[in-house]
């Protein structure tokens, strides 16, 4: 069975933009290895769109980039969507009944899917569908953008927390 994980990074201020700050080399690390030990990944539209830069080669990436977009073209890709009408290589489109299709893949896939966009973690989540939250950690302050949770907070539980690089800190929690 599947175990959905939530994770993106942060700000103090609970923000998550690609645009304010960025991992450092050995957060970078931790996120090519962990893509290419998942058995997916789950997101929602505009994520996906925002990931979607992966599916082509840059001429100036760094080899880390590279070894990250390897990871992850090579696995399966879930997108739950209502105006999508087509989605990249290795994606599959969700947009029915999202509850079903995703108790479904939990249950016929084996591993870590990540789940990618504040507001589908707070759909599956309200579904009881994650099974654990992920918050990467980092000391800017943004004043604004896309919340981490994208309504009330749900109810969890702490975990554990692990520092990584220099800036961010790993911070688990499953619901409570």
Not at 14 to 42: E, N, T
Not at 51 to 62: Q, S
Not at 72 to 80: D, F, S
Not at 118 to 131: H, N
């Amino acid at each position: 069975m599947a175990r959905l994980v939530f994770g993106m990074n942060q700000s103090l201020d609970g923000y998550v933009d690609h645009d304010a700050f960025a991992p450092d080399a050995v957060l970078f690390r931790h996120f090519i290895d962990q893509v290419k030990g998942q058995a997916g990944g789950l997101y929602g539209r505009r994520l996906y769109e925002i990931m979607a830069y992966w599916d082509e080669d840059h001429p100036e990436w760094t080899a880390d980039e590279r070894e990250f977009a390897e990871g992850w073209r090579a696995h399966p890709k879930w997108v739950v969507s209502r105006s999508l009408k087509s989605v990249g290589p290795n994606a599959t489109l969700i947009s029915g009944d999202v509850e079903a299709a995703v108790r479904k893949l939990k249950a016929e896939v084996e591993g870590e899917i990540e789940v990618g966009g504040p507001t589908l973690a707070k759909s599956l989540g309200e579904m009881g569908l994650i099974d654990a939250w992920r918050i990467y950690l980092h000391p800017y302050v943004t004043g604004g953008g896309t919340p981490y949770f994208a309504g009330p907070r749900p109810p969890l539980h702490f975990v554990s927390s692990e520092r990584i690089g220099a800036e961010a800190i790993l911070l688990t929690y499953e619901p409570a």
